[in-house]
């Protein structure tokens, strides 16, 4: 098997909670040549941890300097444009984690670099790789004819969760000019997307970016993309989310929102007229937490429940074995570029019926 020399992009709490352990169980896929994070405190936090000896305060230079089969891009996603399209022009196959990016001409960059490279770009949609989630598809046309789905997603702040069952180097040493243009960056990419719009709004957008892109791209796996957006809402500055999505014979609501509990409440639910399938996620900061399919049925004059957990393996172990086959094989990943493009489509349709609703 094929070791990929891989170069890490941002080393906060997913990347040390995520993907470094699971780089490390994966030895023989992966080989994690060189590091990247602009907090020099983090930097030789995690290369002592891992015995990273190249270590880089500039993702760009990395990339130019390293002999590198594949990045994964895990950095604030202000820059993640920026970064693969620099990877793939430097011949780099590139893992991205969601979102993508943030305006539909960072969007058609990516992929023009990638038509270019010849490379792979995977978008890291971590939940359509649960096996639950896999399986239901699998098996949605045994439901026939839907009647009715539900998209649910309100969860605890991650940090709240984090506390209690990991261990996280917090860096304190981030230059103030960095953080200050990141903001600044954010604005002007969502200002691009969107045009000028009520701060609220810009905040709807990069939730649904950013929480909301899981559901929504898993939704349309499931279901395909909704034919239009009926009605939506937003409240708390963005915060929380609803909507009213239109496939033509059945509607599907959507809703999301984060809080300060202590638990994380995600599933998918889709109704049949004699039948259901429901996935239900479990936060992916504790690993291992298995992801469910719960199916219920009527058969006669029985009614049937079954919960499935397929497997313990947890989905983003799923998704790098998945990345590692697509690189060495040459396929195109289901979670594309243009893929997140259908993503984007969708949360500029939702804030504009907002915009129009207001």
Request: charged residues 25%; negative net charge.
């Amino acid at each position: 098997m094929k070791r990929l020399r891989v170069g890490l992009i941002g080393l906060g709490e997913v990347a040390q909670i995520v993907h470094l352990p699971i780089i490390e169980a994966l030895a023989t896929r992966y080989e994690l040549v060189a590091v990247c994070d602009i907090s020099p405190s983090l930097l030789d936090h995690v290369g002592n941890r891992y015995g990273v000896e190249k270590r880089y305060d500039d993702a760009l230079e990395m990339i130019r300097t390293e002999t590198l089969d594949c990045v994964f891009v895990l950095n604030s996603d202000e820059y993640h444009a920026e970064c693969v399209v620099a990877a793939l022009d430097h011949g780099v196959h590139v893992l991205v984690e969601k979102p993508m990016c943030l305006s539909p001409r960072e969007a058609d960059q990516i992929i023009a670099a990638r038509d270019r490279s010849g490379k792979v770009v995977m978008v890291a949609y971590m939940r359509r790789f649960a096996p639950a989630f896999t399986e239901a598809v699998e098996r949605l046309p045994d439901l026939g004819r839907i009647t009715y789905a539900r998209v649910h997603d309100i969860i605890g702040q991650n940090r709240l969760i984090i506390d209690q069952t990991a261990t996280v180097f917090r860096p304190d040493d981030i230059p103030q000019e960095a953080v200050e243009d990141r903001w600044a960056r954010g604005s002007e990419l969502v200002r691009e997307a969107l045009g000028d719009v009520p701060e609220e709004l810009a905040w709807t957008y990069r939730l649904l970016c950013g929480l909301g892109s899981h559901d929504l791209s898993a939704m349309r796996e499931l279901l395909g993309r909704p034919l239009r957006v009926l009605a939506a809402r937003q409240w708390r500055k963005g915060g929380f989310i609803v909507a009213l999505l239109d496939y033509g014979d059945f509607v599907v609501t959507y809703e999301t929102g984060v809080d300060v509990q202590l638990r994380f409440d995600a599933h998918i639910e889709v109704f049949g007229e004699t039948g259901s399938l429901k996935v239900q996620y479990d936060t992916p900061y504790v690993r291992h937490l298995a992801t469910t399919l719960v199916s219920d049925r009527t058969v006669g004059d029985t009614y049937e429940r079954s919960v499935v957990r397929p497997h313990l393996k947890d989905p983003y172990t799923h998704e790098l074995e998945y990345f590692h086959e697509m690189v060495t094989t040459g396929g195109t990943p289901k979670t594309s570029p243009e893929d997140y493009l259908q993503d984007m489509d969708l949360f500029i349709e939702l804030v504009r019926t907002m915009e129009k609703n207001a």
